[in-house]
């Protein structure tokens, strides 16, 4: 199995940028479908953003469309995600998670085997 830790949350200011690293350790992360989800105070965790396991085929949720973006690299065994103009509304725990089962990334967080510990993104206005 895999395990993931992520970094680099923090606290910006609105319009601000931040880049999310998550590291894995355990086996390659090719061998996964990667993906984003974040959780706010009283909210559901909700999917962001994936990325299928070899290719740059991307998805993302339409709240961070064109504000975000999913990158990996196989040799450092890391997947980023990068945030640009970043709005109070983006605060949230971030989470890294890892399908080994599908091919075609899933939107449902249930969907995801392995998941880091998350990390905190505060955006303030």
């Known amino acids: 199995q895999v395990q993931l830790v992520e970094s680099g949350g923090g606290l910006v200011q609105a319009g601000d940028s931040l880049r999310l690293s998550c590291a894995a350790s355990?086996?390659?992360?090719?061998?996964?479908?990667m993906g984003w989800f974040r959780q706010a105070p009283g909210k559901e965790r909700e999917f962001v953003t994936a990325i299928r396991r070899i290719s740059t085929l991307t998805y993302y949720a339409d709240s961070v469309k064109g504000r975000f973006t999913i990158s990996r690299d196989n040799a450092k065994n890391t997947v980023y995600l990068q945030m640009n103009s970043l709005k109070p509304e983006d605060t949230a725990v971030y989470y890294c998670a890892a399908d080994e089962s599908n091919y075609t990334p899933s939107r449902d967080y249930y969907e995801y085997d392995y998941w880091g510990q998350g990390t905190q993104v505060t955006v303030s206005s």
């Open positions: 355990g086996r390659p992360l090719s061998s996964y479908v």
